[in-house]
């Protein structure tokens, strides 16, 4: 098991980005209500605030799924992506909030238990602009509520990397029930096309952001074409490998992370063990390969992290041939340790 | 380094690194706000229904049970006028109708506490249960007066909500409420609006004049047509049709 979620401690930037966060959602919501009060003076306090705290949830969740992609763009988002994780809690708990404003007041106190009503009020499957739209925000809020117990990295150790990740991709389909929810909920009352454009300008934000950086990883991806000799395959010149960093290249499939420092070279698997963060976009940092995604760090030489950690990646045979740096494509078992090349 | 590189776990980030998140978070703040004054402007008025929510008065009248608990008392509600009869429909705390609380009760005289709630020409009142004091022995009502057969296009809502307990308190968003409300015992009432946007409301009742709450729980808060026998009780009309023959309209 590893011991990593330990070593993250509550820090200045964790308090700043929560910070942040939350006045974010306190000035959408104050500025919803406001606005709701001024122009619909006859509307009631809890309408309003259903209304006020469905729209901020979906709203976050559009911010939430657009950090990922903005960090392939520019690094410099990857503060965003640190704690993008609290940005989930954030979201689940405003649409609990929604949820159980709604429960109250449009189930409660009636003829049924609320969460009966809630399955069984409304049971017109057979045409669309009647289905049942609590249904689909209900299946959100469930996997919302899944996501953010098992956010912290205790569930990422337990549940293991693949099964953790495969229930964080469930915020996908989250996003996909809540289109439905606000299309064949709200949407069917509100009418303005303005309401229906704001809600396709963020779909085809997202959209556009993921088929945009997932064009340009697929091309990145093309099997590396460089010349071969025993079983080694030229990979770039020592030159165009920036001091500290890496060239990231594509051997038999997988990514390999070349990286150049003190003087030698090392190429290890460029998918980081946390969350297959793209370590080859990282930089050695006091001797250490680290993530940019949230820090993990490995040996240059092993693909091992440092003790107490027991993370390891692949690492890969390199050697250096008149100023070209040549690697030989088949992995080595996480951890095993490969003599650097070393430059000039 | 070519670039400088963030890791989280440092207690600060690099300058340039945070200069640039400065601007898109500033960025956010405002699309957020520009997007909260959108959406919350731009959505339909809520309704002008009042509900007179924590203020409890005293009514006096006539219970009548069918079809569905209403009080028959001697003026309209919040007018000196005299001598003329007015309906005003019951209902009970929740998404419940008042038929437990004037079982039996059918053209007795009494006197009850409850809030009020209105909206256009329309009354009712939320009864508090153990109120209704029985104040004289019946009295026989009115019939109701025919005004012939009409077919009529408007949707199903919950009177209670509709009328002022729930803003907006009809179509899709409020369905699930609605069946609740009506499966509950609260007046099933077909609004239908005129070319100026007037609203008129239809008290629905079956062929026989009795309630049809829980056989028009999948017809509601949607655009219907029904044709039926239009009768005028004081002031409130009833629209007599069986729920089999509600047609939707697509
Ligand atoms: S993916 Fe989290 S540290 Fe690499």
Redesign the pocket.
């Known amino acids: 098991m590893t011991l990593a979620y330990q070593a993250i401690s509550w820090n200045r930037q964790k308090r700043v980005y929560d910070t942040v966060m939350a006045g974010g959602v306190l000035t959408f919501l104050a500025v919803f209500v406001v606005t709701g009060l001024v122009l619909h003076s006859e509307i009631t306090a809890e309408a309003l605030l259903i209304r006020a705290l469905g729209t901020g949830a979906f709203l976050l969740l559009n911010v939430v799924l657009s950090i990922g992609p903005l960090c392939r763009v520019d690094p410099r988002f990857l503060p965003m992506l640190y704690n993008r994780r609290h940005m989930g809690v954030a979201t689940f708990l405003l649409g609990a909030a929604h949820g159980g404003f709604a429960l109250v007041q449009f189930h409660a106190l009636g003829d049924v238990n609320p969460l009966v009503s809630v399955l069984t009020g409304n049971t017109d499957v057979q045409r669309l602009s009647e289905f049942p739209f609590e249904w689909f925000g209900l299946f959100a809020l469930v996997l919302l509520f899944l996501m953010a117990a098992t956010s912290h990295d205790f569930w990422l150790a337990n549940l293991t990397a693949p099964v953790w990740k495969a229930l964080h991709m469930g915020v996908y389909l989250a996003y996909a029930a809540l289109v439905l929810h606000v299309v064949l909920g709200v949407l069917q009352a509100e009418t303005s096309p303005w309401l229906v454009g704001v809600l396709g300008l963020g779909m085809a934000w997202i959209l556009g952001l993921h088929v945009f950086t997932g064009w340009r990883e697929w091309c990145g991806d093309r099997e590396h074409a460089g010349a071969t000799a025993d079983g080694f395959v030229e990979v770039c010149a020592v030159a165009d490998i920036p001091e500290n960093r890496a060239r990231v290249v594509t051997l038999g499939g997988e990514r390999v992370a070349v990286f150049r420092y003190d003087g030698k070279v090392s190429a290890l698997s460029s998918v980081?063990?946390?969350?297959?963060?793209p370590?080859g976009e990282g930089c050695v940092v006091d001797g250490f390969v680290t993530?940019?995604?949230?820090?993990?760090q490995y040996l240059p030489e092993t693909g091992a992290s440092p003790p107490p950690f027991t993370e390891s990646v692949p690492t890969f045979a390199v050697k250096i041939v008149m100023g070209q740096v040549w690697v030989h494509p088949r992995p080595n078992a996480p951890g095993t340790r490969v003599e650097p090349a070393k430059i000039g | 380094m070519s670039a400088p590189f963030y890791i989280g776990y440092n207690a600060k980030m690099p300058p340039a690194t945070a200069a640039f998140l400065r601007r898109w978070v500033v960025a956010l703040f405002v699309a957020g706000a520009g997007v909260a004054v959108a959406l919350a402007g731009l959505q339909h008025r809520y309704g002008d229904g009042q509900f007179e929510f924590g203020i409890v008065k005293s009514f006096d009248g006539i219970i009548s049970e069918s079809p569905y608990p209403n009080l028959i008392v001697r003026r309209p509600i919040g007018t000196d006028a005299k001598d003329v009869r007015s309906r005003v429909l019951l209902v009970a705390p929740g998404k419940h109708g008042a038929q437990e609380l004037v079982r039996g009760l059918e053209g007795r005289a009494v006197t009850l506490q409850g809030s009020l709630i209105t909206r256009d020409n329309q009354s009712m009142i939320e009864v508090r249960p153990g109120t209704i004091a029985v104040q004289a022995a019946a009295v026989a009502g009115d019939d109701g007066v025919p005004l012939g057969n009409f077919t009529l296009r408007g949707e199903i809502v919950d009177s209670k909500c509709y009328f002022g307990v729930m803003k907006p308190g009809n179509l899709k968003p409020h369905k699930a409420c609605a069946i609740r409300c009506i499966s509950g015992g609260c007046p099933p009432v077909l609004v239908v609006r005129d070319a100026d946007g007037m609203a008129v409301y239809f008290v629905l009742a079956g062929s026989d004049g009795g309630a049809v709450s829980s056989d028009v729980l999948d017809k509601i808060a949607e655009p219907l047509e029904i044709t039926g026998e239009v009768e005028r009780q004081d002031n409130v009309l009833v629209l007599k049709a069986e729920p089999g023959t509600y047609r939707r309209l697509e």
Do not use: E
């Open positions: 980081c063990r946390h969350q297959n963060g370590l993530c940019p995604w949230h820090g993990y």
